[in-house]
């Protein structure tokens, strides 16, 4: 058996078989490029979500500090006012004591006055 071919009928099959292998290679390409184009894009919707649910979490723990600071806060203005309530600041303390002392010198001198009009008596 033998084969006989003209050259447009060689052309021809040439020709189509080299359409149908490029066309082959272009369609498994443009197939590569779909599934690699859907696996970037379910990529970046992961990572999009992740950042989402970041800045939620760092929203959240920013929300935290911001009124624990507030406490502070309030706690600090609230110990700021009593402090004048509870202790005396040093100075008071001095002029109070030094009063003090000045009654009680007082008194002694009174107290020996009395015991010298005592004892002369």
Same mark, same amino acid.
């Given at each position: 058996?033998?084969?006989?071919?003209?050259?447009?009928?060689?052309?021809?099959?040439?020709?189509?078989?080299?359409?149908?292998?490029?066309?082959?290679?272009?369609?498994?390409?443009?197939?590569?490029?779909?599934?690699?184009?859907?696996?970037?894009? +379910? #990529?970046?919707?992961?990572?999009?979500? $992740? &950042?989402? =649910?970041?800045?939620?979490?760092?929203?959240? /723990?920013? @929300?935290?500090?911001?009124?624990?600071?507030? +406490? #502070?806060?309030?706690?600090?203005?609230? $110990? &700021?006012? =009593?402090?004048?309530?509870?202790?005396?600041? /040093?100075? @008071?303390?001095?002029?109070?004591?030094?009063?003090?002392?000045?009654?009680?010198?007082?008194?002694?001198?009174?107290?020996?006055?009395?015991?010298?009009?005592?004892?002369?008596?």
């Amino acid at each position: 058996m033998s084969l006989q071919l003209d050259l447009w009928q060689l052309i021809t099959l040439l020709g189509g078989m080299s359409t149908f292998f490029i066309g082959s290679i272009a369609a498994m390409s443009k197939m590569m490029v779909g599934q690699f184009e859907k696996h970037l894009d +379910d #990529r970046f919707a992961a990572q999009e979500e $992740l &950042r989402r =649910e970041g800045r939620a979490k760092s929203e959240q /723990r920013f @929300d935290r500090l911001e009124q624990a600071n507030i +406490d #502070r806060e309030r706690e600090m203005l609230k $110990l &700021r006012a =009593e402090l004048p309530v509870h202790y005396v600041r /040093r100075e @008071d303390a001095i002029r109070a004591e030094t009063v003090i002392n000045a009654k009680l010198d007082a008194l002694a001198v009174k107290i020996d006055a009395v015991a010298e009009r005592q004892k002369r008596t």
